[in-house]
């Protein structure tokens, strides 16, 4: 048996892709840009093992089993690969093995929380470990498991052009700058809501290219001007700038959004006020000291420096009071000035708002683990399975 056994971060954007030109080779109609997360605390991680002992191809999703072979996606990350490692000469293994699958995410899938981006990133990095083929230019691929993928495949800022090709040979993704460039860069997730969305990142972008006026002047003439800013704030840390711009284009992408018919409503009250919360911590503050962006869900993401962390969870807590903090730990992740997870539980007023809050970081690319942290057994089985 081969096996292999990886790990791939979240990323969440900054500048949104939202919008294909072609659905099958998941083009995108304007760049995008992120930030990629520090698998310490949020990532995806994945076994494949290569048996001539396996009859099919099969996969494990979060220990239930998934469609692979029937699902285009994920058959055709697999497909690109086996090309790569065919084209190469002299595979590590027959490339007619069939293959069992495990993956798993330490977070909520498909809540709104990129799992497609880490969860794909890591097949596809996954794969490519397996066959051998790892230094080749993976981000193609992933982009055809779910678009935002191929920004998890490296780590720090990483920009994703759209390209021109038809062939989405140009469409590729690449680092900005590394994790240690900006390494004070924090992230916290609010999580309003954890379980599973409405509508669909793929569905909402394509009723969105179908029915919105609004989205082409948006990925023609706002983006190419946003992703020069953007990048230019990045490379000279210049936060209020980061912020500013992160901002707009996350009101940006949530007002196409909205501009679809019928609409596609993703941020709900709470997710307002969190924006609310936001401007007003930056205007008592005197200066930009943190920034918000919204994906597709009610879910806040926090963009601040390490130094305002403590002051924003303070604020956060007393505008979104908790009363579960009794048996939840409602910050969890990094440390916030060494002090435990227990001074950040929420006081009770009943409201219960957020459920609780991520505190992470600027982070690194996929990584490959040791055997013995895979999640398949010797015969290929999931070692847990969900009862
Ligand atoms: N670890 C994983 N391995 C392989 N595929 C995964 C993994 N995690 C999630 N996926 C795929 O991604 C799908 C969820 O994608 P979806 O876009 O609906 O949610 P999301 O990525 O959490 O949200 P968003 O993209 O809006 O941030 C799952 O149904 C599954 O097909
Ligand atoms: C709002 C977004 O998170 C949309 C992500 O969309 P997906 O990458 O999940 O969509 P598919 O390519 O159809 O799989 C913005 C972003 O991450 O840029």
Redesign the pocket.
């Known amino acids: 048996m081969f096996q292999q056994t990886c790990i791939a971060p979240v990323n969440i954007a900054v500048i949104k892709y939202w919008g294909k030109r072609d659905e099958e080779l998941i083009l995108p109609i304007n760049d995008s840009l992120s930030m990629t997360l520090s698998t310490d605390q949020m990532c995806?991680k994945?076994t494949a093992s290569a048996s001539s002992n396996f009859k099919e191809n099969v996969m494990w999703?979060n220990g239930e089993k998934v469609a692979f072979d029937e699902?285009p996606r994920s058959a055709r990350c697999l497909k690109e690969i086996k090309r790569i490692a065919s084209a190469k000469g002299q595979p590590k293994f027959p490339l007619n093995l069939k293959l069992h699958i495990c993956?798993?995410?330490n977070f909520p899938?498909?809540?709104?929380?990129?799992?497609?981006?880490?969860?794909?990133a890591?097949?596809v990095y996954t794969l490519a470990c397996l066959y051998g083929v790892e230094d080749e230019e993976l981000t193609q691929i992933a982009r055809q498991g779910?678009g935002?993928a191929c920004r998890s495949l490296d780590g720090g800022f990483v920009h994703w052009k759209k390209g021109d090709n038809p062939n989405g040979s140009d469409s590729l993704a690449h680092q900005v700058i590394s994790p240690s460039s900006w390494s004070n860069m924090r992230v916290l997730i609010l999580v309003v809501n954890d379980s599973k969305?409405k509508t669909?990142?793929?569905k909402g972008m394509r009723l969105c290219v179908e029915t919105s006026e609004l989205i082409n002047h948006r990925a023609e003439k706002i983006v190419p001007q946003r992703i020069e800013n953007i990048t230019k704030a990045i490379k000279t840390k210049n936060f209020t700038d980061f912020a500013e711009i992160t901002m707009k284009d996350s009101n940006q992408f949530h007002a196409i959004a909205l501009d679809t018919f019928p609409p596609c409503i993703y941020m709900n009250d709470v997710s307002h006020s969190i924006a609310e919360f936001v401007h007003r911590y930056n205007e008592l503050a005197g200066e930009t000291k943190v920034a918000y962006t919204f994906?597709?869900?009610p879910n806040a993401c926090l963009y601040l420096e390490e130094e305002n962390v403590a002051g924003v969870v303070a604020g956060l807590k007393l505008a979104f009071p908790n009363d579960n903090a009794g048996n939840v730990e409602y910050v969890k992740g990094i440390p916030i000035n060494g002090q435990s997870y227990e001074a950040y539980k929420f006081k009770s007023n009943g409201s219960n708002l957020l459920k609780y809050i991520i505190h992470t970081k600027i982070g690194e690319g996929p990584k490959r683990l040791e055997e013995c942290e895979g999640l398949l057994n010797e015969a290929g089985e999931p070692k847990k399975l969900i009862q």
């Open positions: 995806a994945t999703l699902n993956s798993e995410n899938t498909a809540a709104g929380l990129a799992s497609s981006a880490a969860g794909y890591c097949l779910s935002s969305k669909s990142s793929t994906d597709a869900g």
